[in-house]
Nanobody, 121 residues
């Protein structure tokens, strides 16, 4: 059974940086496409970024392009989201997700519990 555990969230001032991590256990990490999503209070879940199993293909939402970078380390079973130039509107619970079949901006089979990111103005 696949388990995903996020970490690295917290409180940061606008303009600051955070790096989120997500560890996958229970299956071979390198077989999974990985994604990051976020959900702010009162809003729908929003796609942030995704990465192929090899790391050779990445996709970033327009709202974070140039500020956030998704990456992965298959030796550590970990996917990362480096977040720079953070804005108050980036405040949300961030979730990582995994799927064995596709690089997607919405459909993922497995989800983590989320980590809170709060950006103060």
């Amino acid at each position: 059974q696949v388990q995903l555990v996020e970490s690295g969230g917290g409180l940061v001032q606008a303009g600051g940086s955070l790096r989120l991590s997500c560890v996958l256990s229970g299956r071979s990490f390198s077989s999974y496409f990985m994604g990051w999503f976020r959900q702010a209070p009162g809003k729908e879940r929003e796609f942030v970024a995704a990465i192929s199993w090899s790391g050779g293909t990445t996709v970033h939402a327009d709202s974070v392009k140039g500020r956030f970078t998704i990456s992965r380390d298959n030796a550590k079973n970990t996917v990362y989201l480096q977040m720079n130039s953070l804005k108050p509107e980036d405040t949300a619970v961030y979730y990582c997700a995994a799927d064995p079949n596709r690089l997607s901006q919405n459909e993922y089979r497995y989800w983590g519990q989320g980590t809170q990111v709060t950006v103060s103005s």
